[in-house]
């Protein structure tokens, strides 16, 4: 019934720019905190950002918004580095409730 579904992933050059996306059906994001977390190759996942709260590695670089009325949150990712390449997931919550998405890759190539 909830799905969570991430876009926006691919190739850039480090320096580069993307916007990711994360599209909710099954509930409405007005009710939850929203935010994306990331995992790398042979790491655990780790969070990346939501809403008035970055992690230290993305501060000044990541932009985290939502837009309600489309049950869209986006991450807009700037000044890329290769250290950002991870699958990126998006997370929805509400008390005892949560959901992922099932990912988006982002590779940033020297």
């Known amino acids: 019934q909830v799905q969570l579904v991430e876009s926006g992933g691919g190739l850039v050059q480090a320096g580069g720019s993307l916007r990711l996306s994360c599209a909710a059906s099954?509930?409405?994001?007005?009710?939850?905190?929203m935010g994306w977390f990331r995992q790398a190759p042979g790491k655990e996942r780790e969070f990346v950002a939501a809403?008035?709260y970055y992690a230290d590695s993305v501060k000044g670089r990541f932009t985290i918004s939502r837009d309600n009325a489309k049950n869209t949150v986006y991450l807009q990712m700037n000044s890329l580095k290769p250290e950002d390449t991870a699958v990126y997931y998006c997370?929805?919550?509400?008390?005892?409730?949560?959901?992922w998405g099932k990912g988006t890759l982002v590779t940033v190539s020297s």
């Open positions: 997370h929805a919550r509400k008390d005892l409730m949560e959901f």
């Open positions: 099954g509930i409405t994001f007005s009710p939850y905190a």
């Open positions: 809403i008035t």
